[in-house]
């Protein structure tokens, strides 16, 4: 079964804090891309990550990409409220793109 | 530079009535365009996508269609709308399948 599993689904956090959020997925895939919606919007493209090893960088986010481990992290670097949202992960497998289910971030002043 | 347009971005329709969602792509020739649908709380689902006109792929069995016109428009329709109709429903666009995805700014749908 195609799967991409994201945790937590829920973070709360003190702004100056570092957090991680885990997009693991269930077959091979080299292509796996980050969202982050804003409550009531669209989404919105962060990261495009296309290789093993791949890592990028945006502000207070990084993503990277272990396609071995089939495991993709987004790291917040000294949170700040702006940040607040849900992100979402989703993985190009078999040409079908699976979606997370989502982590919603709040970030408390 | 590439946009996309969906509209309306709120609807409020009653159960049994018919459904019409447009979503125009600018700036790009034969892209990729999506339909997903997100419930409350929840992740994406990917109900329709098309890689060129008259060419529609269906994710799931439901009460909604999909029709591309033309190169750039795509449709979401409903001759009888449901309650669990009701949701968030996002456009999107790519330059190849499964690649990095745009959005449209969605459509708020509460069937009553």
């Known amino acids: 079964e195609l799967k991409v599993e994201q945790n937590p689904l829920f973070l709360s956090m003190q702004e100056g804090k570092n957090y991680t959020i885990y997009c693991n997925y269930s077959?091979?895939?080299?292509?796996l891309y980050w969202y982050r919606q804003d409550p009531g919007k669209s989404l919105e493209s962060l990261f495009v990550?296309?290789?093993n090893g791949a890592v990028k960088q945006e502000g207070r986010l990084m993503a990277s990409l272990d396609t071995k481990a089939r495991l993709s992290t987004l790291h917040i670097t000294a949170a700040v409220h702006d940040l607040s949202a849900t992100y979402f992960c989703?993985?190009?497998?078999?040409?079908?793109?699976?979606w997370g289910a989502g982590t919603k971030l709040i970030i408390k002043p | 530079s590439q946009t996309i347009h969906q509209w309306p971005a709120t609807l409020v329709q009653p159960v049994g009535s018919p459904l019409s969602l447009e979503c125009t792509v600018e700036?790009?020739?034969?892209?990729?365009l999506y339909w997903y649908r997100q419930a409350a709380g929840r992740g994406l689902q990917l109900l329709f996508y098309?890689?060129?006109?008259?060419?529609i792929s269906s994710e799931v069995p439901q009460n909604l269609s999909a029709s591309r016109p033309q190169d750039r428009q795509f449709i979401l329709s409903s001759k009888k709308l449901l309650l669990s109709d009701s949701g968030f429903y996002l456009c999107?666009?790519?330059?190849?399948?499964?690649?990095?995805?745009?959005f449209g700014q969605g459509t708020r749908l509460t069937v009553v």
């Open positions: 077959t091979t895939s080299d292509r």
């Open positions: 700036g790009t020739s034969n892209p990729n």
């Open positions: 990550l296309l290789s």
């Open positions: 999107a666009w790519s330059r190849t399948v499964n690649t990095e995805a745009f």
């Open positions: 989703a993985v190009d497998i078999d040409y079908q793109l699976i």
């Open positions: 098309s890689i060129g006109i008259d060419q």
